[in-house]
């Protein structure tokens, strides 16, 4: 029987220490170290946390890839949680919902961030690197941790799957239906 925790939401004072669990694993998958400030914890401290742990890790990868900052601000922070691409779908209004348009309006902010000048080199990189995570782990959790279905499903030798389930440290459940 698999073990439950309570949401994120209900237990806040885990927040400072997977913070740094997740800065750590982005920092030996080769993103620059970074570090948060007091303020930018308690407003973590203070966010809903819809996507549970989840959000957490993908708002922590986020931050590491696409910020040049060494020290992660309240201010940034607050720029980043209320981004559309943080908002849930149901949010979304009357808009058609499509990847591409959700990377052009996400790209469009991130750019605005840093005013006349361009971001670091290695955007193309990043961006791959941050939508690889979850279109891998959606086609496991899809075929039930099943990689040879899961690779056929993205279309990808399962020798390249399984590569990338290793780079990008995915937790792979199989379960029985």
Do not use: C
Not at 137 to 154: D, F, V, W
């Amino acid at each position: 029987m698999p073990i439950r925790l309570p949401p994120l939401r209900e237990r806040i004072e885990d927040i400072p220490d997977l913070v740094r669990h997740f800065f750590s694993l982005v920092e030996k998958e080769g993103l620059p170290a970074k570090q948060i400030d007091q303020e930018a914890l308690n407003l973590l401290r203070r966010y809903r946390w819809p996507g549970n742990v989840r959000e957490l890790e993908n708002l922590v990868r986020r931050l590491a890839a696409l910020y040049p900052q060494d020290v992660i601000s309240e201010n940034l922070l607050e720029q980043e949680l209320s981004h559309p691409s943080v908002a849930s779908v149901e949010e979304e209004t009357t808009e058609n919902i499509n990847l591409g348009g959700s990377v052009e309006r996400y790209l469009a902010g991130y750019f605005d961030t840093f005013g006349d000048a361009l971001p670091p080199p290695g955007l193309y990189h990043r961006i791959l690197r941050e939508v690889e995570y979850p279109l891998i782990s959606a086609a496991l959790a899809a075929t039930r941790g099943n990689q040879i279905k899961a690779a056929e499903l993205l279309g990808v030798n399962r020798n390249t799957l399984r590569k990338k389930i290793r780079d990008l440290d995915i937790q792979v459940m199989r379960s029985v239906r």
